[in-house]
T-cell receptor, first 114, second 116 residues
């Protein structure tokens, strides 16, 4: 089955700096890679996603890159703000005979200090 | 605000109790999911329903029993739970059902379960 590795587990940056979180996946059949942000006491919320036919996607201060050959994808946050502080999860799609679901990485706790 | 509604938000139950968690979405999504999340851990897949049929059961103990009465509702029935089952239970839905490409998962805010 799919296995998703995420690094680093914690990341502390100063406001205005960039933050990069990296993930690798094992199943070459995976074709959908979302990133979720989870704030304390809330459910995960999608912030950006990328499909396997695209190498890069950007939405304002957030970008995701995908290297399908190497099976890794990364989240880039520029000009970080204190409200970016949260736990970030990468995920990869898993499909078997039974159906399709997302498998999550272990998460990165991002702290942005002002 | 999430469009996936979970009730109750908090639940405390004893090991001999029977309770249920409920999830509702009105986005016309055909796939619904239960995930379990322990503190400082990622969500772990439990069950997937596709077109109201159970399609994935990730070897979850039988003390957890899912039910999908219709395309908008998903329940998780709990019986004879253990203290280690205490966690945040997240419901999610996605547009597609069945195999193939996965779309965005919309998560609810979760039901925080404490088993005494």
């Amino acid at each position: 089955g799919e296995n998703v590795e995420q690094h680093p587990s914690t990341l502390s940056v100063q406001e205005g700096d960039s933050a990069v979180i990296k993930c690798t996946y094992s199943d070459s059949a995976s074709n959908y890679f979302p990133w979720y942000k989870q704030e304390l006491g809330k459910g995960p919320q999608l912030i950006i996603d990328i499909r396997s036919n695209v190498g890069e996607k950007k939405d304002q201060r957030i970008a995701v890159t995908l290297n399908k050959t190497a099976k890794h994808f990364s989240l880039h946050i520029t000009e970080t703000q204190p409200e970016d502080s949260a736990v970030y999860f990468c995920a990869a799609s898993m499909t078997n005979q039974a159906g399709t679901a997302l498998i999550f990485g272990k998460g990165t706790t991002l702290s942005v200090s002002s | 605000d999430t469009e996936v509604t979970q009730t109750p938000k908090h639940l405390v139950m004893g090991m001999t109790n029977k309770k249920s968690l409920k999830c509702e979405q009105h986005m016309g999504h055909r796939a619904m999911y239960w995930y379990k999340q322990k503190a400082k851990k990622p969500p772990e897949l439990m069950f997937v329903y596709s077109y109201e049929k159970l399609s994935i059961n990730e070897s979850v103990p039988s003390r957890f029993s899912p039910e999908c009465p219709n395309s908008s509702l998903l329940n998780l029935h709990l019986h004879a739970l253990q203290p280690e089952d205490s966690a945040l239970y997240l419901c999610a839905s996605s547009r597609q059902g069945g195999g193939g490409s996965t779309g965005e998962l919309f998560f609810g805010e979760g039901s925080r379960l404490t088993v005494l």
